[in-house]
């Protein structure tokens, strides 16, 4: 190599966070309208391998629900993930009051909030939100409407207990 050649060599980091990058999204009213990254798009196996040596060097790297559930064995496919955000957005998006935050952590894949849970409290804090997670085999998670300290999520044990039980996650006092 001669003295004025540069050498670059990859970085995972940036190539991981350039694969999570979620442009043009802002607007998305539902997790479908987010899915716009390489991550999205890209043959699963790629996306896999990617994870699996960012993983290596980054154990608490920022993935969706769904990837972190595939490389655990838990999911599938991709699409079975993308199922689940599907159908949960088919369900709140016909209930008044449900409104999709596309935005969130790098690499999340959105939340929704139950904006009408915000009068039950005293002082501004935090609705009522679901959120997709691999932290469990049902793979929604609740948080009640609260202010200043989060409280534990409620784990919901799918799509059958969401749609039958909505109304009482709806109507949870504040923390």
């Given at each position: ?96 009051g ?35 997670t691999d ?11 609260h ?29």
């Amino acid at each position: 190599m001669t003295a004025g050649a540069l050498r670059v060599e990859p970085l995972i980091g940036l190539e991981w966070s350039q694969a999570i990058e979620q442009w043009g999204g802002e607007d998305a009213t539902t997790p479908s309208g987010t899915r716009r990254s390489w991550l999205h798009r890209a043959p699963e196996q790629q996306v896999m391998a990617l994870y699996q040596t960012i993983r290596r060097s980054d154990p608490h790297a920022p993935a969706p629900w769904w990837l972190r559930a595939l490389a655990a064995g838990n999911l599938e496919t991709r699409a079975e993930g993308f199922a689940v955000e599907d159908r949960v957005a088919k369900l709140l998006s016909a209930r008044p009051g449900w409104v999709f935050v596309p935005w969130s952590v790098d690499g999340d894949s959105g939340y929704w909030e139950y904006v009408p849970s915000e009068r039950k409290l005293a002082e501004p804090g935090v609705p009522t939100t679901l959120m997709l997670t691999d932290r469990h085999p049902g793979w929604i998670d609740v948080i009640r409407v609260h202010a200043r300290v989060t409280p534990d999520p409620v784990a919901v044990k799918g799509l059958a207990d969401l749609r039958s039980n909505l109304a009482h996650l709806e109507s949870l006092a504040p923390a």
